[in-house]
């Protein structure tokens, strides 16, 4: 299992992005490996926020969400008060922005890696788990 933040999966979801070809490459290879995902449920309300914001378009957005809510390669967790705490620590001990934070807490906690497209949350991120790019 690896922890997918929500820009690797933005990216999935629109050709114009960034790291598009380089997600879907990876992916395919996840699927092929029958391995699982792992993403803290707040994924669904920053891809949509993403999508909506880059798209302008609120209905490609929830349908997105949509298809993300029945995917069974990723599993959603809670974000726990406990989660919450470490992630808290962390975004104050590493600079890391706060729902970025979320994603490594879950990483660390399920003592997985982190699969990202952000610059700086895979660099600030080492520190704590291990990262890589798709």
Known sequence: MTVIDASVYIALM???EPGFAT??????????????????????????????????????????IRRLQQSRLIEFWPVSFELAERAADIAAEH?????????????????????SLDQQQLARATAVIPTRHP
């Open 14 to 16: 629109n050709e114009d």
């Open 23 to 64: 997600s879907w490459q990876w992916l395919h290879t996840v699927q092929g490996n029958r391995e699982r995902l792992a993403a803290p449920v707040i994924m669904m309300a920053e891809a949509a926020a993403a999508i909506s914001r880059g798209k302008g378009d609120v209905v490609h957005a929830r349908r997105v």
């Open 95 to 115: 600079r890391i922005r706060g729902c970025d934070a979320v994603y490594v807490a879950l990483a660390e906690q399920l003592g997985k890696e982190l699969v």
